[in-house]
């Protein structure tokens, strides 16, 4: 079995222009068939390949549904293991990262089963930037914030994200936070992406209420 890397919070790329965002998604995904292909005959160096191109990915996923680190990083070395011994009955009809995606997330919610709690983001790490995506009300702040600050963020996420159910909170941080695309969280929660639209569409109107009202009664 190839090593699988120590799995560990990378930054994602800045999002290019459409058109040349579309073709380098066309081709990122030949290439993973590629290597997919080659894995499937036990090319080692190929699946190693695979982890280290959606290592960044299945930990931003694993770090939107889990309570800490330790647990993210586990639960992403456990996926890698668990598509290394899988991916000789893949069959490529969807694509490898959504098929990988989805493991993750059905890793996560199993633990979180096993456990009987509920998912939070706080300890995602997320960004300033990030946490602001689910603030309506906050404001910009100019440099980079303190660790109180970035502190004071997540537990606003924690707090707006709390009136979520556990799916559409984790669609809700994949689109969002992960910039996933609605066909892609589709695939990866085996729904429909009307569904999707829809489920988002709510989640967000809940989330900005709950910050309307958190506002008005900060006044």
């Not at 930037?129 to 970035?150: I, K």
Request: glycine share 2%; charged share 35%; net charge neutral.
């Amino acid at each position: 079995m190839p090593r699988v890397p120590k799995i560990e919070a990378l930054a994602l790329p800045e999002l290019g222009s459409p058109r040349s965002e579309e073709a380098g998604v066309s081709t990122r995904a030949e290439e993973d068939r590629e290597l997919v292909r080659r894995a499937q005959k036990e090319d080692k160096e190929a699946f190693e390949a695979l982890v280290l191109r959606h290592q960044n990915r299945v930990f931003a996923v694993a770090g939107g549904i889990l309570r800490n680190r330790e647990d993210v990083e586990d639960i992403a070395q456990q996926v890698f293991l668990k598509a290394y011994f899988s991916i000789k009955r893949f069959d490529q009809r969807a694509a490898f990262s959504t098929w990988l995606y989805k493991i993750t997330v059905n890793e996560c919610w199993d633990l979180l089963r096993k456990r009987k709690v509920r998912p939070l983001v706080t300890e995602a790490d997320l960004s300033e930037e990030q946490a602001q995506m689910y603030q309506a009300s906050s404001e910009a702040t100019d440099g980079r914030p303190d660790a109180s600050e970035r502190l004071a963020a997540r537990e606003q996420v924690e707090d707006l994200l709390s009136c979520l159910d556990e799916r559409d909170r984790t669609m809700l941080v994949m689109k969002e936070v992960q910039g996933f695309a609605v066909e892609e969280i589709a695939e990866i929660m085996e729904l429909n992406t009307n569904t999707v639209k829809v489920r988002l569409f709510r989640a967000r109107q809940k989330i900005t209420e709950r910050a309307r009202r958190r506002k008005a009664a900060r006044r």
